[in-house]
């Protein structure tokens, strides 16, 4: 199994840019996150999705807009790239049945000039 | 939010048994005690979890204090790969104070050094 996958894994923004980090996971799981990870700081949550069809706002939800397309993905998208948002950006998902674990992406290393 | 705190940094040498303690005194009822770690450049990884009584898995133990405002994650043998941040974190899966509070809420972790 793959678990999660991010793409990009790097990309660099001018300022002003739009993109799409893309997020997939193939465990079948309900639930799917967005963190950001900023140097020598722990990871902060943007956005996350209960369940297919649903989206809620995390602890740093601005600036950024997400899509639960399917089951499978949920994508992050920042319609006007600032300086700020260079960090490294995590995707993850669980199950929502039990206590388990979350299974996290390898990261997409965002830089925005 | 209930919280936690861990040191900073710990040292161990490779081969030798690694405590990596945690404590939380305002945890509630309900918070389960979560150990994620994250190695260099990689994603967060699942490590252990746990409520009331001593859990063992494969990676790891997890010891925890009978009044719970305390834990210690034992790394029996350290190895180089060993070497990541280590973060605790409290997370409370009934929701029952409010939807975030079942969400993961990362600190600053500790940062394991293993000394070959």
């Known amino acids: 199994n793959a678990g999660v996958t991010q793409t990009p894994k790097f990309q660099v923004l001018k300022t002003g840019q739009s993109m799409t980090l893309q997020c997939a996971q193939d465990m079948n799981h309900n639930s799917m996150y967005w963190y950001r990870q900023d140097p020598g700081m722990g990871l902060r949550l943007i956005y996350y999705?209960?369940?297919?069809?649903?989206?809620d706002k995390g602890e740093v939800p601005n600036g950024y807009n997400v899509s639960r397309l399917n089951k499978r993905e949920f994508s992050l998208r920042l319609e006007s790239a600032a300086p700020s948002q260079t960090s490294v950006y995590f995707c993850?998902?669980?199950?929502?049945?039990?206590?388990?674990?979350?299974?996290f992406g390898s990261g997409t290393r965002l830089t925005v000039v | 939010d209930a919280k936690t705190t861990q040191p900073n940094s710990m040292e161990s040498n490779e081969e030798e048994p690694v405590h990596l303690p945690c404590n939380h005194s305002?945890?509630?009822?309900?918070?389960?005690i979560h150990w994620y770690r994250q190695l260099p450049s990689q994603g967060p990884e699942y490590v252990i979890h746990g409520l009331t009584s001593n859990v063992n898995n494969r990676m790891a133990s997890l010891a925890i204090a009978e009044d719970r405002k305390s834990s210690t994650l034992i790394l029996h043998r350290a190895t180089l790969r060993d070497a990541a941040v280590y973060y605790c974190i409290l997370r409370d899966p009934t929701g029952i104070r409010g939807a975030g509070s079942y969400q993961l809420t990362f600190g600053k972790g500790t940062k394991l050094s293993v000394i070959p």
């Open positions: 999705s209960a369940s297919e069809g649903t989206t």
């Open positions: 305002t945890i509630s009822g309900t918070d389960y």
């Open positions: 993850a998902s669980r199950d929502r049945v039990g206590n388990y674990g979350y299974t």
